[in-house]
């Protein structure tokens, strides 16, 4: 009795989610994309959030990686990097740091500020734009703890550089035509885009286009030229320059040399 399954034609993610706001009863909605999994305690890490600090817009939780089968991956975040009002780092860095599995926001909120928008070329970004409403006139709080698990797959919008980019930069666009982003931030939005052209390559670079992947660092720079300084970038140039084949035999040289002098 306390699951409801409603059916609507495909409409992409952001019509599902505004139709789980609307029939939803409750005062905090959460949110599980596809096949993600919570901890037990999820729920009640994000309310006992709630309880200490009745004015936040939004709480979200750590979580990890983990692929097809379940098998656990990277870490995503420990569900402590935000706190508060933290717009200006969220521009800064191109990105909320959580995923939606994680968050849970107010009803009221909703109320407040609107849902999220149903644009289809916003598809894969959405959820970006709907956090960064969010945060740009409510604080917002994590957990401390890691109770979600994000799944991943070969097929997941991330894979899909081209359309990722193009779902953020319009993200992006709408935040600041639309006066979301005061105008006293305007200029973050050089650094959010470097953030942006940064994480496509690495998209890129991990669908194995190198050449794309150093055009997209290069976009970054003539973005904002201190993007070269940021680890990410570094990291990304160093692979892509080199070469899949060349890491390959230099990991392979390093482990025969250990091996050697052990």
């Known amino acids: 009795d306390s699951i409801v ?3 609507q034609e495909n409409a992409e993610r952001a019509a599902a989610r505004n139709r789980g706001i609307k029939q939803a009863s409750g005062d905090i909605i959460f949110f599980l994309d596809a096949d993600d999994l919570w901890e037990k305690n999820h729920v009640e890490k994000v309310l006992e959030v709630f309880e200490k600090k009745k004015s936040l817009g939004l709480v979200y939780s750590g979580s990890i990686i983990i692929d097809g ?22 521009l800064k860095a191109g990105s909320v740091r959580f995923v939606n599995s994680s ?9 407040a500020v609107g849902c999220f928008n149903e644009d289809r070329q916003l598809s894969g970004s ?11 006139k409510y604080p917002i709080a994590g957990t401390g703890s890691i109770t979600v698990k994000y799944r ?3 097929e997941n919008t991330m894979s899909n550089p081209e359309r990722m980019e193009i779902s953020m930069t319009r993200a992006v666009d709408s935040l600041f035509l639309n006066h979301i982003v005061h105008p006293d931030m305007i200029h973050l939005k050089d650094q959010c885009y470097a953030r942006i052209y940064i ?7 991990a669908a194995g286009n190198e050449i794309n992947a150093l055009r997209h660092l290069w976009r970054s720079l003539k973005r904002y030229p201190f993007a070269a300084f940021y680890p990410a970038f570094l990291c990304i140039l160093l692979k892509a320059a080199l070469g899949k084949k060349t890491l390959q035999t230099l990991r392979k040289l390093t482990h025969y040399k250990n091996r050697r002098f052990k």
């Open 152 to 154: 991943t797959y070969s």
């Open 103 to 111: 968050a849970a926001v107010s009803r009221k909120i909703f109320d």
């Open 199 to 205: 994480l496509t390559a690495i998209n890129f670079y």
């Open 69 to 90: 089968d379940g098998a656990e991956l990277s870490l995503i975040n420990k569900g402590s990097e935000f706190q508060g009002y933290v717009l200006r780092n969220v």
């Open 126 to 136: 959405e959820d970006f734009e709907m956090w960064v409403r969010i945060i740009s």
């Open 5 to 7: 399954y409603i059916y």
